[in-house]
């Protein structure tokens, strides 16, 4: 794999702002396409913090959230609903709810 060229993002971003043509500005940076010239000229842009880097992946959620989505039976019989899930999802005390089995799985209805 061939290494990525390195590029002084200052100049290219003085460059771009100053209104250079496309044409000159990839031969003075020996850009071949101006793909190549767009992409270098986005790098240069979220290096100085002038644009935000696009996140690639979705981030794994951690123990903690999957376990704010966890609703448990204690041994009485009753459903408890963590205090992260109440908060999140805007329930105060008192609320009631109705549940009943469909196809897909349990539907919880705010009344």
């Given at each position: 794999?061939a290494?990525?060229?390195?590029?002084?993002?200052a100049?290219?971003?003085?460059a771009?702002?100053?209104?250079?043509?496309?044409?000159?500005?990839m031969?003075?940076?020996?850009?071949?396409?101006?793909?190549?010239?767009?992409?270098?000229?986005?790098?240069?842009?979220?290096?100085?913090?002038?644009?935000?880097?696009?996140?690639?992946?979705?981030?794994?959620?951690?123990?903690?959230?999957?376990?704010?989505?966890?609703?448990?039976?204690?041994?009485?019989?009753?459903?408890?609903?963590?205090?992260?899930?109440?908060?999140?999802?805007?329930?105060?005390?008192?609320?009631?709810?109705?549940?009943?089995?469909?196809?897909?799985?349990?539907?919880?209805?705010?009344?």
């Amino acid at each position: 794999m061939a290494r990525k060229k390195v590029v002084d993002s200052a100049k290219l971003i003085k460059a771009v702002e100053s209104g250079l043509p496309a044409k000159e500005i990839m031969s003075m940076f020996g850009f071949k396409t101006r793909l190549q010239l767009k992409s270098f000229y986005l790098d240069a842009l979220v290096e100085k913090g002038k644009a935000k880097s696009i996140i690639s992946r979705i981030p794994k959620k951690t123990e903690q959230e999957k376990k704010i989505k966890a609703i448990k039976v204690n041994k009485r019989g009753s459903l408890v609903v963590t205090r992260g899930m109440v908060e999140e999802m805007g329930f105060a005390i008192g609320d009631a709810f109705s549940i009943r089995k469909t196809k897909s799985g349990i539907s919880l209805r705010k009344r």
